[in-house]
């Protein structure tokens, strides 16, 4: 499998490799995972819909870029930022003035606490995932966020993640630590600028600790012809709350897998998404809420809107193990089809072993509703402006999950420059 | 017919009835009346046998027999009738078949032989009336979409249908309007005899207009407080209960 | 109401598998094992044609390369094909009238609630009965009455025999060899099962229905169904099965086709109570079933099915909605208890214009049980207007009992409308206290509970399957709750 990387920059890497947080053990883990290790194919069930020939039949490699003017890719105004160039910090463009309560660092660097390192790879799985074990051996650079005990962020901390160069790999690797009793809002951001064929393996393994609350917004928009791989490790202590926002709007082909344990009682968990997809753009939602502990819920809210030859899968499961009584867990995928030759896969999964629960999903897939254009139309708006009327409307209920102000004007900015949307 | 004494009860492990006693005879009507949390619905729940409420110290004996050591069903087989402040919705399971199976079950329990098809739908024809029930709502799931009202008319159509000895309303006046309130009222006087009782657990004085108890008591922090006859009902919802706090200095 | 709650608390009673025993009839067995030989040897014992034993050799050599599938959640130990009997016959003489069957087998169709006696039209049951035990067809009633108004209905050996025109046009028309690793097994070693024929415009006058039985201790069932509606005919078809209580896990692997032409109507219920093994998981059998149905213009196909028995049930009766306007049903209640295992539900294929599908699946698990409902609703690019409904329900009964649900939904047409709905819940504790205030015990409560959970699936059974359907859930269910 090593083919997708010349043999001399995996030499680069191993030599230039750093003693930061990620071990050694589990780099050597990984390696040994890709001697062997395949592509998976549509015949792994996790992979039933989507192909990886774009990825699998390339060569990436790895590339310093550098970026000059970043203000396009700044979701947040009010936010510390960092920036990452092709999965490398770039600390000329990244804030210096992070507040208190926070440490925020690189995975390369030996800040190393005993914490730390056993908190790196403890819920990622690396055997048969290749794209966790490429991301293993070969992750260059990514930030840790630690945010301390008792901590109440005001301002919101935002990585910036920019893709450059032709058939670039970036195997960024994030450690975002919520404390116990902490309060903070992250959003993750990927961008590409001149940049063909290039692609993201992304890993970020979260942790919320007891009665923390954590929001993620994530968004993605990447050229159209770059692919992302994702993961969103996530594990969940007593009390807490966690919320992901995922919202797709670019890439050739993007997988997002978001793995969240629930591990302690009384926990929430919100997992919202929206994909807007048009072209010939493939985008693949794997959520998966393994609910471990009792007296807890989860809410799961994903809606899409495919258009020409476009292709949306998602897959969401709800795991219930047996001692995981008094769990409500809810799941939505809902989808609009707007052209012949574009498809939706829908699998909504549930799994339950304990018997006290109350455990629903449900997927619809259909058209924009026809009276509701004439009516709009009988009222004087265009057929194009009734279209995208109904359209925002559909898809508002998840935008609308977004708190954080910037962060949604943000996205209706990026609506309306790919879909040429007016809010 | 039932007789309570000293009786106390908790519920995860919150004692919610601290040394209740209540004595009700054949043909009476009793009235249990408090605050919030004084403990009435634990009061029903408990004398039906609901999972989850413990006894910790009293007796109950209900016509000769120890009432808590009998199952659930049991009890209402023995004739104790609980019109349930929330009636719970069985979908798929008809109202008729629902009734069919309770009335066997109570005639099996007494030796007795079940009725027949046509003896048993007549009897619905004839106790559905009772309550202004609509026919239509006796083939329909149990509760199953059923408004309010309709489900609190289901439940004096059931108690006819099942012709308990001490039927026990608790809250059937809730959310009732005032037709609908009159029905019921109505349907539990067309029921009362010399060999029932009735004990009705409400919140507001009006009931007790169309229903009229021959006693009226107050149940508050987990006891029997005071006992008179309706006009102390009156009192209560013109006064509320602070009074009665005051006078009795708890 | 002609089955009344008294009845349902009396089969409550009967607490043990009451399909459980062996009938003592003498049999012709062969070798135990799978090689090119015993298929000669099999399709020699039946006097087939060569077209056929070809049929099965191809088959054989294509089962040869595939390997068994996994991906259901079920586990299992896989079954030893070395190790099977794949032929086993009741020895019988040719049958010219009833007076002629054994009294034991008589007996043993008795004991299952089968009745041959063709007075029985009188008496108002009417149904036609093809009678299969291990694996050949022991007798079907009411031929002549059926055939004059030309519907066919006989054994599979039969069909070969007497009308092999259409066994060779449809057989495998709808489940290919290929299709999987069960289907091919059974393409290359079936034994026996029904055929049925409906003439253009006729309407099968009554319920035609196959009862399956294993008796003998090491072999496999592996029969073949085959269902062809001509244009605007009718049928109704029943399917039961039981089996012996074994220590043993016994195969079932059969295959089932269902052809509906231009504005025909097939119904197939199935009441599925194979042995599903004791309390603790022993014994019981293995039902590997591949079912589907291909609809022509506007045609219909509804399948229902009572799944009960089986210690491990890997079945999903498909529609191919093949012609525009046509319509496929689904109606499932899948009951495991103890450490039984299902995984099954249906597929969907949408192909025509305006083509209409409704899934309703009910799940029931207790014990220690793990029931999965598997579904896909594949609309393909020239369905327009394609519909979808499904309602995928599961109820637990027990904490050590797993109910999963994996729908896969795959649309690649803009027009089609899809909509599905699940839900997981326990069985009420307030429904059960409801139920127990008004004098009614736990148990009936649960099975009143049950039924009406089910009721949209019951309701689909022709009345008759709906009364043993109903007594066999509240059995199934026996000591459930935990």
């Not at chain 1, 072209?279 to 899409?304: F, P, R, W």
């Not at chain 2, 010399?194 to 207009?209: K, M, S, W």
Request: aromatic share 8%.
């Amino acid at each position: 499998m090593s083919e997708l990387l010349n043999s001399t920059e995996i030499d680069l890497i191993n030599t230039n490799g750093y003693t930061g947080v990620l071990a050694a053990e589990q780099k050597q883990k990984a390696s040994k995972i890709l001697e062997t290790i395949q592509f998976p194919t549509t015949r792994t069930e996790a992979w039933k819909y989507t192909r990886l020939g774009k990825i699998s039949n390339k060569k990436f490699s790895i590339q310093k870029g550098s970026v000059s003017d970043i203000s396009e890719y700044v979701i947040s105004k009010d936010a510390y930022t960092i920036v990452l160039i092709n999965g490398i910090i770039d600390t000329s463009l990244s804030s210096t003035d992070l507040p208190e309560g926070v440490i925020c660092s690189s995975i390369k660097d030996t800040i190393s606490t005993e914490k730390l390192n056993s908190l790196v790879g403890k819920n990622l799985k690396l055997e048969n995932e290749i794209f966790h074990s490429l991301n293993t051996q070969n992750a260059l650079d990514g930030s840790i966020l630690l945010i301390k005990e008792k901590t109440i962020l005001e301002k919101s901390i935002q990585l910036i993640h920019i893709l450059t160069g032709e058939h670039t790999i970036s195997n960024v690797r994030n450690l975002i630590v919520s404390e116990k009793n902490s309060q903070a809002h992250i959003i993750q951001g990927f961008f590409s600028e001149n940049a063909t064929e290039s692609f993201t393996n992304s890993v970020t393994e979260i942790f919320v600790e007891e009665n923390a609350h954590l929001t993620l917004d994530k968004i993605q928009f990447e050229d159209d012809s770059c692919y992302q791989v994702s993961t969103e490790q996530v594990e969940q202590a007593k009390n807490s709350t966690f919320t992901i926002n995922t919202i797709t709007l670019n890439g050739a082909l993007v997988r997002n897998n978001l793995n969240i344990k629930v591990i302690g009682q009384n926990c929430c968990t919100n997992l919202n998404g929206a994909y807007l997809l048009k072209g010939n753009q493939h985008v693949d939602n794997h959520t998966m809420v393994d609910h471990i502990a009792a007296h807890c819920e989860s809410h799961e809210l994903y809606k899409g809107v495919v258009n020409d030859k476009s292709t949306a899968v998602f897959n969401g499961k709800v795991f219930v193990r047996k001692d995981a009584q008094k769990i409500n867990a809810f799941q939505s995928n809902a989808n609009v089809l707007l052209s012949d030759d574009a498809t939706i896969n829908s699998k909504p999964e549930l799994e339950i072993y304990a018997d006290d629960v109350k455990c629903s999903h449900g997927s619809t897939t259909g058209q924009l509703d026809e009276e509701a254009v004439f009516y709009l139309r009988a009222r004087g708006l265009s057929e194009k402006s009734a279209r995208k009327l109904m359209i925002s409307a559909f898809i508002d209920d998840v935008i609308n999950k977004i708190e954080n102000k910037e962060v949604k004007t943000f996205v209706f900015g990026l609506l309306q420059k790919r879909f040429d949307w007016e809010i | 017919m039932i007789t309570i004494k000293n009786l106390h009860a908790s519920i995860d492990g919150k004692e919610i009835l601290k040394g209740l006693n209540l004595e009700v005879k054949a043909g009476e009507v009793h009235a249990i009346m408090g605050p919030n949390g004084a403990g009435k619905s634990t009061l029903a729940s408990v004398l039906a046998g609901r999972d989850g409420y413990e006894v910790t110290a009293g007796t109950v004996v209900f016509e000769g027999k120890d009432l808590l050591d009998l199952k659930t069903e049991d009890r209402a087989r023995e004739g104790l009738f609980l019109a349930f402040q929330y009636p719970i919705e069985i979908p798929g399971v008809s109202n008729v078949n629902f009734l069919r199976a309770a009335l066997n079950e109570i005639k099996e329990y007494h030796g007795e032989d079940p009725i027949n098809a046509k003896d048993f739908l007549k009897l619905v024809r004839e106790k559905s009336a009772i309550v202004e029930l609509d026919a239509k709502l006796a083939s329909r799931s149990v509760n199953e979409g059923f408004s309010g009202g309709e489900k609190k008319r289901n439940e004096i159509f059931q108690m006819a249908m099942l012709n308990p000895k001490l039927a026990i309303l608790d809250e059937t006046d809730s959310g009732l309007d005032i037709d609908a309130l009159r029905i019921v009222a109505n349907g539990v006087n067309i029921l009362k005899s010399p060999e029932n009782a009735t004990i009705v657990i409400t919140h507001y004085q009006r009931l007790l207009d169309y229903i009229v108890p021959d006693f009226v008591h107050v149940l508050f922090d987990g006891k029997i407080v005071k006992t008179g006859s309706k006009e102390l009902a009156l009192e209560l919802e013109e006064r509320g209960y602070d009074w009665i706090k005051e006078e009795l200095a708890l | 109401m002609s089955y009344t709650e008294n009845d349902l608390a009396e089969d409550l009673q009967n607490q043990e598998y009451k399909y459980g025993f062996v009938s003592n009839l003498e049999s012709e067995k062969i070798p135990k094992g799978l090689s090119e030989d015993i298929i000669r040897l099999i399709s020699a014992k039946k006097e087939e044609p060569q077209w056929l034993l070809d049929y099965r050799l191809k088959a054989y050599a294509i089962w040869l390369e595939m390997t068994e599938p996994e991906w259901a959640h079920v586990q299992y130990a896989k079954p030893d094909f070395q190790d099977i009997i794949y032929y086993s016959a009741v020895k019988q003489k040719k049958y010219e009238s009833w007076d002629d069957v054994e009294p034991e087998m008589k007996e043993t169709m008795k004991k299952l609630g089968i009745s041959m006696d063709e007075q029985k039209v009188l008496t108002g049951t009417n149904v036609a009965v093809d009678f299969v035990m291990d694996s050949v067809s022991v007798a079907t009633s009411f031929k002549s009455k059926l055939s004059e108004l030309g519907i066919i209905f006989c054994s599979f050996s039969e069909g070969v025999k007497n009308h092999p025109e259409l066994i060779k046009k449809y057989m495998g028309s709808v489940v290919p060899t290929t299709d999987n690793f069960y289907a091919a097994l059974n393409s290359a070693v079936f034994t026996d099962g029904s055929f049925c024929y409906i003439p253009k415009g006729v309407r099968c006058p009554m319920e035609l229905s196959t009862y399956f039985r294993i008796n003998e201790q090491g072999t496999g069932q592996f029969e073949r169904t085959l269902v062809v509606a001509d244009q605007g005919s009718y049928v109704s078809y029943l399917e039961g099965c039981t089996a012996p209580m074994r220590d043993e896990n016994q195969l079932h692997a059969a295959v089932v086709e269902l052809i509906a032409m231009d504005d025909a109507e097939i119904k197939y219920s199935t009441v599925q109570n194979w042995y599903p093994g004791d309390k603790d998981g022993k014994g019981g059998i293995f039902n590997f079933v591949t079912k589907r149905g291909i609809c022509e213009k506007n045609a219909k196909i509804s399948w229902t099915q009572v799944e009960t028995g089986s210690a491990v049930t890997w079945k999903y009766p498909s529609c191919i909605l093949k012609g525009d306007n046509s319509v496929g049903e689904f109606y499932s209640v899948a009951v495991t208890n103890h450490h039984q295992q299902a995984d099954t539900g249906t597929k969907m294929i949408h192909l025509g214009k305006n083509t209409k599908s409704t899934i309703i699946s009910k799940g029931v698990s207790g014990g220690k049980s793990n029931n999965s409902y598997r579904g896909l609703v594949q609309i393909h690019k020239g369905a327009t207007n394609a519909r979808n409904f499904s309602q995928c329900d599961s109820l637990l009964m027990s904490d050590e009992c797993g109910a999963h649900t994996f729908p896969y939904i795959e649309c690649k047409n803009s027009s089609a409308k899809i909509e599905h709905e699940a839900t997981t819940s326990k069985i009420g504790e307030d429904q059960i206290f409801y139920c127990q205030q008004r004098g009614i015990s736990s148990e009936k409560a649960i099975s009143l509970i049950v039924n009406g959970y089910c009721k949209e699936v019951l309701n689909q059974l022709p009345m008759e399957f709906a009364v043993e359907a109903q007594k066999l859930l509240a059995i199934s269910l026996d000591n459930s709750v935990g």
